[in-house]
């Protein structure tokens, strides 16, 4: 049974947490998680594509027990905090691409682990005393959405997002490991995602697997675009459709989002300009330090501007976008990056009603290019024209 003042502790932890932006707040214990064998399958199905620090022994040891994170935790909390910013318009009339609206603002990670931190603060003034603690939020070992479940703040979708029931699953997550007995919250134990498989139908490249809730990051759009820092598979392309960071298509469809959203007035979430759809061909010609400078702070240096420029090659090629055409030739006579250059070949072909000034323009291309890697691209973009 808990104590008083533990409980009085764990009621003005979530008041302050409110206070410093968090939308939601729960508190579990450090067990293990219920659902190891599940994360152990995705690893072994190799559904965690080229992440390998997500099946290092190290880190599925410490997944699966708290304790070697924290030696002696005795609480977790867990803190959603809701980023949806309602619907955003194309501020040019150019070729824009999608980005997840995550990374529609400054990058999450240094703005949850402020707070987090303001919170440790605010707990370590109420006891008087220092505690132990780790911090996370979405970088840690921690099976996030478990804890979250078992915390109270919603159930694990098909989609392997966290659903609340008051506001969906525009919520990232993060956690404070404490030292600190506290009283626990009821989880939430039903699944109310029901029959629905919206999500499932939606992907694009089918990454959601049917009844397993697991997702093959081999072919997961955010994973492709943010992750992968090599070619994208070429069988994957034409299905990203104008998505260049992250894919928001599984949450754009759930039936708990499109009733329950609730906008955003958190500055730090609000869209920068022309963010949530940057034009194309500034990203495609864009050096690098114009890159660094656009993107400062911003979750899409993650991706840096050679996988920037690939993804907006790609989204171009899919669109085939009338002044996308020139800027697409430049880049595969000109670009400095191989990469870009492989998938602006690529994306060329993607012009079916240009295709004797492609064929023209790639065989330029296949005389002066000296990479094996592009050289490859412009003969299977060639290719493709002639099938």
């Not at 999608?98 to 400054?106: L, M």
């Not at 070992?141 to 078992?150: K, M, N, V, W």
């Not at 992250?246 to 869209?271: H, K, M, S």
Request: charge should be negative.
């Amino acid at each position: 049974m808990s104590s008083l003042p533990n409980l009085h502790l764990s009621q003005t932890i979530k008041q302050k947490a409110f206070a410093l932006g968090f939308t939601l707040c729960g508190i579990t214990s450090p067990e293990p998680p219920p659902h190891l064998a599940h994360y152990a399958q995705w690893i072994d199905n190799g559904y965690h594509a080229e992440m390998g620090y997500m099946a290092s022994e190290r880190n599925r040891e410490r997944r699966a027990d708290i304790q070697k994170i924290l030696p002696g935790c005795k609480s977790v909390i867990v803190l959603a905090t809701n980023y949806y910013q309602g619907d955003v318009a194309p501020q040019s009339h150019a070729p824009t691409g999608k980005v997840g609206r995550y990374a529609w603002n400054d990058d999450y990670h240094d703005v949850i682990k402020a707070r987090l931190l303001d919170l440790v603060a605010y707990i370590e003034e109420t006891l008087g005393h220092a505690v132990n603690q780790r911090v996370y939020t979405d970088t840690g070992p921690i099976l996030e959405g478990e804890f979250a479940q078992r915390a109270g703040l919603g159930w694990l979708g098909k989609n392997t997002l966290l659903i609340s029931p008051k506001i969906g699953s525009w919520v990232l997550l993060s956690e404070i490991l404490l030292d600190v007995a506290l009283p626990i919250d009821d989880p939430i134990t039903t699944d109310h995602c029901g029959s629905c498989t919206r999500c499932i139908e939606a992907c694009p490249t089918e990454a959601i697997l049917e009844d397993e809730r697991l997702i093959d990051a081999n072919k997961c759009i955010s994973y492709q675009t943010i992750e992968q820092k090599a070619a994208i598979p070429v069988d994957l392309r034409s299905q990203f459709e104008d998505w260049i960071f992250g894919c928001d298509i599984c949450q754009e469809v759930c039936p708990w989002n499109t009733r329950f959203a609730i906008p955003t007035l958190d500055p730090a979430f609000l869209p920068r300009p022309h963010l949530p759809t940057p034009e194309l061909v500034t990203l495609l010609e864009m050096e690098q330090a114009d890159f660094s400078k656009a993107f400062k702070g911003s979750p899409i240096k993650r991706t840096k501007r050679r996988g920037m420029a690939r993804n907006a090659a790609v989204a171009l090629g899919n669109m085939q976008a009338a002044n996308g055409f020139a800027a697409l030739q430049t880049a595969l006579q000109q670009h400095d990056e191989p990469l870009v250059r492989g998938h602006a070949a690529w994306a060329l072909a993607q012009y079916t009603a240009e295709i004797e000034t492609v064929k023209q323009v790639l065989q330029a291309a296949l005389a002066l290019e000296t990479n094996e890697m592009v050289l490859l691209e412009i003969k299977n973009a060639y290719a493709s024209l002639l099938a």
